[in-house]
């Protein structure tokens, strides 16, 4: 989604010298930093998620296969999106070719709506078991058939990214020579009517629709009695404490994508309605951008923190796991030192370990 490069198209242009980095090693090293923190957790994290629900089947329910979704998408986040954005806000130019340049903006793009998506999709299927609670409750297979259509939708709205990326390159007056990626557009106003219709479809809509389910849900659970079908004590066990649990858990996740995408939403509309000088421009680029993106990343990462703080289940699964994890690593070590220590045995044991044993044994031979 990186659609704020400069977007004229400039074939063998040339420019004078430039940095090969944009910032001090100083600052670069702090960026560098605080994005390798958050891909170890972001990583690390989504993984747990992943794991917990496939090896737990206590876990494979509709919420935790749309918790997975989500995962997954962080989890193509951080191994592809972050490393490109990290070089990219680091160095001038771009690094990764022709293919990457068209497909970067595709998959971030796509990872951002599918996440998004899946947000709204747990939503309703949170009202609907409030609400609804008669109802017929989505299958595994009807599950798996949204988070398909959740990211067949995500890729088909993304597609234009790909078609209109390209590299140019410029080359320097010092010899050298970068390369950029940059949109070329039929028109202005259609680069301006697809960003506009992005953002309302990726991020204002999807956002007001969840937010508004779960306020529904909200008043529904805080007041139940003013319920006909909720004043059954069937229908009210339902709404339990650990449902209640898992709406906040979800409403946190929907709250949190909000305002950790807003800042990079804003920088993204500003630069394409507003009008800023050059200055405005340089710094928005090389310091306010990398910073806005690595607020994003920390969605991402802070993902499975919310799950294990608001969920039991989780908690208890990613304790599990790593324990499982900790102790098969100790008989690892206890089987490695007790290999070592056999083997020193035996070449002690063959080994002649005084002159009289070594006189014996040229004797026999």
């Known amino acids: 989604m990186d659609q704020f490069v400069n977007n004229t198209t400039v074939a063998d242009h040339v420019m004078g010298a430039m940095p090969f980095m944009k910032h001090s090693p100083l600052v670069a090293a702090v960026f560098t930093a605080f994005y390798v923190v958050i891909f170890v957790l972001g990583v690390t994290g989504n993984l747990l998620v992943c794991v917990v629900v496939i090896k737990d089947r206590s876990m494979r ?16 986040v951080m191994l592809i999106c972050l490393p490109v954005t990290l070089v990219e806000n680091l160095l001038t130019g771009w690094r990764f070719g022709q293919a990457m340049c068209k497909l970067y903006p595709v998959i971030q ?14 939503a309703a299927d949170r009202y609907k078991a409030v609400l609804h609670a008669t109802s017929k409750k989505l299958s595994g297979c009807s599950t798996l058939c949204v988070v398909a259509v959740v990211w067949v939708l995500a890729l ?18 010092d010899g050298n020579n970068v390369v950029t990626c940059t949109e070329k557009w039929l028109n202005e106003i259609y680069r301006k009517l697809y960003f506009g219709s992005l953002f ?13 389910l779960y306020v529904r849900i909200g008043y529904r659970i805080r007041k139940p009695r003013r319920s006909f079908h909720l004043s059954s004590s069937p229908q009210r066990a339902r709404v339990s404490a650990r449902k209640v649990a898992v709406i906040k858990m979800l409403a946190t996740v929907v709250v949190l994508f909000a305002v950790l995408w807003l800042p990079l939403q804003t920088v993204f509309m500003v630069l394409e309605f507003a009008t800023i000088t050059e200055a405005q421009e340089y710094v928005i680029f090389v310091y306010v951008y990398p910073i806005a ?5 920390l969605n991402s990462a802070l993902n499975p923190v919310v799950y294990g703080y608001f969920n039991n289940n989780f908690r208890e699964a990613f304790h599990g796991l790593i324990a499982t994890w900790r102790k098969n690593i100790g008989l690892d070590s206890m089987r490695k030192k007790a290999f070592i220590m056999s083997r020193r045995l035996t070449r002690t044991t063959k080994t002649p370990t005084s002159p009289t044993q070594q006189i014996q044994l040229t004797t026999i031979n």
């Not at 709506?113 to 899946?118: E, I, K, V």
């Not at 993106?293 to 990343?297: G, I, N, P």
């Open 156 to 173: 088909a709205i993304m597609i234009p990214q790909g078609l209109v990326r390209r590299e140019n390159w410029y080359y320097l007056t």
């Open 200 to 212: 309302m479809i990726c991020y204002a809509i999807p956002l007001i629709v969840a937010i508004v």
């Open 61 to 76: 329910t509709v919420t935790n296969y749309f918790i997975v979704n989500l995962a997954v998408s962080d989890l193509l």
């Open 109 to 122: 793009g796509a990872t951002v709506g599918a996440s998004l998506f899946t947000l709204v999709a747990i």
């Open 293 to 297: 993106h690595w607020l994003t990343y």
